[in-house]
């Protein structure tokens, strides 16, 4: 299972850092200004055992914690960042009322810029990683996408952490479909069925791998840059951007579209611009241009 990496980073209020994972934390947004009220979250009780710590606030990916004026954040940002690690990895949990306590699924569709997807947006994480089927064969270790393509108006899947895009054939029309897909993706997650086997996925996979090892310091930061400025927004409109190659000679940078994005010609043109301007901008005399390819 993958692990818990926790990194932090500077917010808008100089006593406040954020501390982000790169797993789920939580559903909803909860204010902590004491450790009483903390008593059914074990990490923010372990936080509040800080002497240091005024206030906390957890949220889906981060844990903002907010100092007393006693010290500076450099004496304790890296400590911190440790201590929440080891507790998440060694089984500590966020949430007791998480555990063993199954809440109502909901779904609810989101129409997205590609007229031919709908985002289906669930009240939970369903996956850890990224998954995209082109069609049935792909989904050999997907229950659920294998399911899904049992709908003969359905082209494509695309899962991300809490919600589903699907793509129909261009001939078909959401407006008749899109109740059917909603509830049989809500009856199929709350009957407790396997979405993804994981452990398949691994061993034998035909996903997008994008291979980030022995690459050089710019294309460290495109990616660093599209991880932090660019996916969140894809994410809302259905899709997901990888970081697929940078030419130090001819400075172009590719990336690749999924899920909504993929195939949508506006999408493509806005992502375009919008990520070649971000980048020329923060990587200036780095970058010629960016070329979108779909996934």
């Not at 699924?105 to 990683?129: C, G, Q, R």
């Not at 951007?241 to 130090?248: A, G, P, V």
């Not at 993929?262 to 375009?272: A, D, R």
Request: proline content about 4%; overall charge negative; aromatic content about 10%.
């Amino acid at each position: 299972m993958e692990k818990h990496i926790i990194k932090f980073k500077e917010t808008s209020r100089e006593e406040e850092l954020e501390f982000y994972s790169n797993k789920f934390l939580s559903n909803n947004r909860v204010v902590f200004e004491k450790i009483e009220e903390a008593k059914d979250f074990p990490l923010i009780q372990q936080i509040f055992y800080l002497p240091f710590v005024k206030k906390v606030i957890l949220n889906k990916r981060s844990v903002y914690i907010e100092k007393l004026n006693i010290l500076n954040w450099e004496e304790v940002q890296n400590e911190i960042c440790i201590q929440i690690q080891d507790f998440l990895n060694d089984g500590g949990s966020v949430n007791n009322n998480d555990i063993n306590k199954p809440s109502p699924t909901t779904v609810y569709a989101e129409s997205t810029p590609n007229p031919n997807v709908m985002k289906f947006v669930v009240n939970k994480k369903i996956v850890d990683n990224v998954y995209e089927f082109k069609n049935i064969d792909e989904a050999e270790n997907s229950p659920l996408a294998q399911s899904l393509f049992s709908f003969p108006f359905i082209k494509e899947i695309f899962l991300d952490l809490n919600f589903i895009s699907v793509t129909q054939n261009s001939n078909s029309n959401w407006d008749e479909n899109v109740m059917d897909v909603r509830e049989f993706i809500r009856t199929f997650i709350q009957d407790g069925n396997t979405l993804i086997n994981e452990d398949l996925f691994k061993e034998n996979s035909n996903q997008i791998k994008v291979n980030t090892e022995n690459i050089d310091d710019i294309s460290k930061q495109i990616i660093e840059i599209i991880e932090q400025h660019v996916k969140p927004a894809v994410a809302s409109d259905g899709g997901n951007i990888l970081f697929q190659s940078y030419d130090k000679e001819t400075k172009n940078v590719n990336v690749i579209l999924q899920g909504a994005c993929s195939g949508c010609p506006s999408s493509t043109v806005t992502l375009k611009n919008g990520i070649e301007n971000m980048l020329k901008q923060m990587l200036p005399g780095l970058i010629s241009d960016v070329n979108a390819i779909n996934g």
